[in-house]
C-alpha cells in the first residue's frame, strides 16, 4: 500500500508537471498569435501579388493580341505557370519540438503514404527534426529518390527558405517549380488542424484568399494598353515576357512563405491544445492525489486516536 511520503513526493511531482504546462501553454499562445499576425501579412501581400501578376498576363495577353478591333480583344489567355504536372520534388514541413500531440505523427504517415502513391519522385526535403530519423529509415527504402534534410523550422520560415528555393529554381532546366509538391499541415481553426498536399506552382491558394476578392476591371474592360494610358505618361517596362516571368517567380516564392507561416500557426495552435489538455489532466490528478493523500493521513490520525484510547482504557 502506498505511504504518505510516496504520496507526497508524488503530489510534488504532478503539481510541476501542471506548472511547466500551463508555462509552455502560455508561450505556446503568444508565438500562436505572432504567427498569425505573419500568416496573414503574408497571405495579404501574396494576394497582392497576385492581383498584380493577373495584370501582368493581361496586359501580356493585350501585346500579342491585335489591338485595332477592340471587339477581338479577350481575356481567354491560357496560364501556363500554375498547372498541375508530375510529383518530382516533394518538400514536407515538420516541426523541431515535441508536446504537440500527434502533429509529428500525422505528417509522418502522411508522408509514408505519398512516397508509395507518387512513384515519379525525385526529390523529398524534410524541413524539421522530429521526423529526421523516421525520413532516414525510409530513404533506405527508396533508394532512386534524394533525401534533403533541413533544421530549425523558424529560422528557415525567417530567413533561408528564399534563398533555397531560389536554388531549386536554378537547379530545374527549365527553370521554373513546376512538380514541385508542399505536404503541410493546414490550419482550420485552434482545435482542428489537417494534412494537406500541395502543389506549390500552381494557382490553388484561391481557396486561402477571401471569397469578396473582386476582379479588377481589368477583366471587364475592352481596350487597348494605348487607350487605357492615353493622356498618360509612358510606361518605362522590360519586355513583357521577361517582367511576368520574373513576377511569377516571386509570387511562388510568396506561396510558399505562406505555407511555410501557416504550417507555423498550425504547429503553435496544436501545441498549446496539447499543453491545457495536459495541464488539465494534471490538475485531475492532483485533485484526486489530494483526496487520496487526505483519507489516507485521517485514517492515520483515527489509528492513532484509537490507540491511544484503547491504552488509556487499559490503564485505568
Not at 500551463?22 to 497576385?50: G, I, P, Y
Not at 480583344?73 to 518538400?91: A, G, Q, T
Not at 509529428?104 to 503514404?113: M, R, T, V, W, Y
Amino acid at each position: 500500500m502506498i505511504t504518505l511520503k510516496e504520496l507526497r513526493t508524488k503530489r510534488k511531482s504532478v503539481a510541476g508537471i501542471e506548472q511547466l504546462t500551463k508555462a509552455l501553454k502560455m508561450v505556446s499562445q503568444t508565438k500562436l498569435l505572432k504567427a498569425q499576425h505573419q500568416w496573414r501579412r503574408a497571405q495579404k501581400e501574396f494576394k497582392a501579388m497576385v492581383s498584380r501578376l493577373e495584370h501582368l498576363r493581361y496586359f501580356d495577353f493585350l501585346t500579342k493580341a491585335s489591338l485595332e478591333k477592340k471587339d477581338d480583344v479577350s481575356v481567354e489567355f491560357s496560364d501556363s505557370s500554375f498547372v498541375d504536372s508530375d510529383p518530382k520534388h516533394l518538400i514536407v514541413l515538420a516541426s523541431d519540438r515535441g508536446f504537440c500531440g500527434g502533429f509529428n505523427g500525422k505528417i509522418q504517415k502522411e508522408a509514408s503514404d505519398c512516397l508509395l502513391r507518387l512513384a515519379q519522385l525525385e526529390h523529398v526535403t524534410i524541413v524539421g527534426k522530429k521526423i529526421v530519423f523516421w525520413a532516414q529509415q525510409e530513404a533506405l527504402k527508396y533508394p532512386h529518390i534524394h533525401f534533403e534534410y533541413l533544421y530549425n523550422i523558424q529560422n528557415f520560415s525567417q530567413k533561408e527558405a528564399i534563398s533555397w528555393l531560389e536554388e531549386i529554381y536554378k537547379k530545374n532546366s527549365y527553370n521554373d517549380l513546376k512538380g514541385c509538391y508542399v505536404l503541410y499541415m493546414h490550419y482550420i481553426n485552434a482545435i482542428s488542424q489537417q494534412v494537406e498536399l500541395l502543389p506549390l506552382a500552381q494557382n490553388e491558394h484561391r481557396k486561402n484568399i477571401d471569397s469578396g476578392f473582386e476582379e479588377s476591371s481589368f477583366f471587364s474592360m475592352k481596350k487597348s494598353v494605348g487607350e487605357y494610358f492615353h493622356n498618360t505618361l509612358p510606361l518605362l517596362l522590360p519586355d513583357s515576357a521577361t517582367l511576368l516571368k520574373a513576377w511569377e517567380k516571386m509570387c511562388i516564392c510568396k506561396h510558399f512563405i505562406s505555407i511555410l507561416q501557416e504550417h507555423l500557426v498550425s504547429e503553435h495552435s496544436a501545441r498549446m491544445m496539447a499543453m491545457e489538455k495536459a495541464g488539465d489532466n494534471a490538475t485531475e490528478l492532483l485533485l484526486s492525489l489530494q483526496k487520496q493523500y487526505n483519507y489516507l493521513r485521517q485514517n492515520q490520525i483515527t489509528k492513532e486516536l484509537v490507540e491511544i484510547t484503547v491504552a488509556l482504557q487499559s490503564v485505568e
